[in-house]
């Protein structure tokens, strides 16, 4: 008999773990969706939580978009997903990381981290004293591994381009107007691979000084992080944290494509149907971001180079296709097409 524990959320997950350490005042959800095909493989975040229900719904969402994401691109890797809840002050010290790999040491394997929001090569370094299962560490140039965000980025790039083709009839983005929410590690690459291709921009971030500076650097517009999702715009980007499209925010989307890196864009499975029905494409977000899991992936597997990494990031597109096809021919929305997919490679389907 299946339950949801009281976690509309929770989707058969392999297991859901919750640690805590008084001495350094971790407290973290490590939440392991699948392992068919390998280790759960997913980024730990380092965020404020309004409560620890909302931490392991997190978690839970997380994980099971990485056992999605990791079968979608082709990686013998299961899903998981760590999330530490920032204590009092937000204070992010080492003794809390080392506490961290510590609790993913004690999986044995079972969950694979590595960078995500809030965390950084030299936090991985730290956890990497307690832990053997961690990737995203510094590398020699040349080598699969590293900061994933750029390789995020990349994917993305190269998924938006795909969305304007089949979306707009564009073989190239001069000229396309791209509106994207968060530029971070992920949403800034982006911004500057779009620039250099004459799209025309208009950036939103909740640090206003950032999105302006990279703005005056990029020859784009700004907007408010709240309303940058509904401008008149040909491409939307979310590229910030998830849950962002919803009954709301739909309804009063402008535009012809939704391409963007954030996890988890659609607040409820209901929205990707939403979206369909107002006719608007989606790149679902677990299918156009899997560019820094390939890269940490081969990183932890020992397999292959940055060339190997690049060559797996520009299969992207075709993924996005196999989607986009699948629901044109079936009538069936492109969101619940990739979750289709995705669950067979893993044998839910």
Known sequence: MQTDWGYPDFDEHEGVHLFSDHRTGLRCVIAVHSTTLGPAAGGVRFWRYADSAAAITDALRLSRGMSFKNAMAGLPMGGG????????????????????????????????????????????????????????????????????????????????????????DSEDMRGVRVAIQGVGSVGGGLARLLAKDGAVLTLADVNEAKAEALASELGAATADPASVLTLDADIVSPNALGAVLDATTIAA?????????????????????????????????????????????????????????????????????????????????????????????????
């Open 81 to 168: 997903k760590g999330v530490v809840l920032a204590p009092e002050g937000g204070a992010k010290t080492p003794e809390l990381l080392e506490a961290f790999g510590r609790a993913v040491e004690s999986l044995g394997g079972r969950y694979v981290t590595a960078e995500d929001v809030g965390m950084s090569e030299a936090d991985m370094m730290t956890i990497s004293g307690t832990t053997r299962y961690v990737s995203g560490l510094p590398v020699a140039a040349g080598s699969a591994g590293g900061d994933p965000g750029p390789f995020t980025a990349m994917g993305v790039y190269l998924g938006v381009r795909a969305a304007a083709k089949r979306a707009l």
């Open 253 to 349: 989307l402008k535009c012809k494509a939704v391409a963007g890196g954030a996890n988890n864009q659609l607040a409820t499975a209901a929205d990707g149907a939403r979206l369909h029905d107002r006719g608007i494409l989606y790149a679902p977000d677990y299918v156009i971001n899997a560019g820094g899991i390939i890269n940490v992936a081969l990183e932890y597997l020992g397999q292959g180079d940055r060339a190997d990494v690049e060559a797996r990031i520009a299969r992207i597109p075709e993924r996005l296709i196999e989607v986009w096809d699948e629901s044109a021919a079936s009538g069936r929305p492109q969101a619940e097409v990739a979750d289709a997919i995705a669950r067979r490679l893993i044998g839910r389907g």
